[in-house]
């Protein structure tokens, strides 16, 4: 899996959570995707066991979309705030490689007309 | 040099289906002249715009997939700066996205055939694996 390759680094900042994550949790409800995680501190050291987050996966990865268009504004348009402002892949979970393409897919969207640079699209 | 881009253009709102249809045949006849030819031309339709763009709020928009080098890129963009009733394009290459594209499905394809007689083995080692967690 993709997100393999993301553990460690997660793993660094929330210690705790790696070794909750056996319990009661099989690998089947993992790839849901949350939009955002629960907002709790990033760093909550020994009390992060009351904040259960699930762990974040790439729609991307996971639904197996490789074409990231601009056309496709319903698609981009979740990864994309009120305000207008592309979402950091640190809240969303999408990868890498694949927020690249979203980002410069948004950006052409909004050239277009077809997101708004800021605010809501009126 | 043929590589194949895509331009997306937006026409003001108020324009009648004539003068768009008389608009896209002048840009059709356009492009082999500049030594390209057209694969695709098609009317997306009006739509609300994200924002207001010389003060419309809606606008058609009209995709054309065009296959040539940079001449008829230049062409092209040169006549829909001047054309009145465009408000917006948007010129993207998508030749080296379409091949990428080609070469992932491609590989799922043949992914897909090796593991179309050892599915029915692997899910029997996969299924007790998922539920061990579970019942802990």
Do not use: W
């Amino acid at each position: 899996m993709a997100d393999e390759t993301k553990a460690p680094e997660q793993a660094a900042t929330e210690r705790p959570r790696s070794e909750g994550r056996g319990e009661g949790r099989p690998g089947g409800d993992r790839p849901r995707f949350g939009g955002r995680g629960p907002g709790g501190p990033p760093r909550e050291g020994a009390g992060g066991r009351k904040f259960f987050r699930r762990k974040k996966v790439c729609k991307f990865c996971v639904e197996r979309i490789e074409d990231i268009n601009y056309k496709d504004y319903r698609l981009l348009g979740q990864f994309v705030a009120e305000s207008g402002k592309i979402v950091p892949r640190r809240l969303t979970g999408v990868c890498a490689p694949h927020q690249h393409r979203l980002s410069s897919a948004i950006k052409q969207a909004r050239n277009i007309a077809l997101l708004p640079f800021a605010g809501r699209a009126s | 040099m043929n590589r194949t881009y895509e331009l997306m253009f937006i026409v003001r709102p108020d324009m009648t289906d004539e003068d768009l249809d008389k608009l896209i045949s002048t840009l059709q006849a356009a492009v082999p002249a500049a030594g390209g030819n057209v694969v695709k031309i098609e009317k997306m339709g009006k739509r609300r715009l994200a924002y207001a763009v010389r003060r419309f709020h809606d606008g058609i928009y009209v995709l054309l997939v065009v296959e040539g080098g940079g001449p008829v890129i230049h062409e092209l963009e040169r006549r829909l700066r001047v054309t009145e009733p465009v408000i917006k394009f948007l010129t993207v290459r998508i030749d080296e996205e379409q091949k990428r594209l080609a070469k992932i499905k491609a590989l799922r394809d043949a992914r897909k055939k090796v593991s179309a007689q050892p599915a029915a083995a692997s899910e029997e080692t996969a299924a007790p694996a998922a539920e061990t967690p579970a019942t802990v």
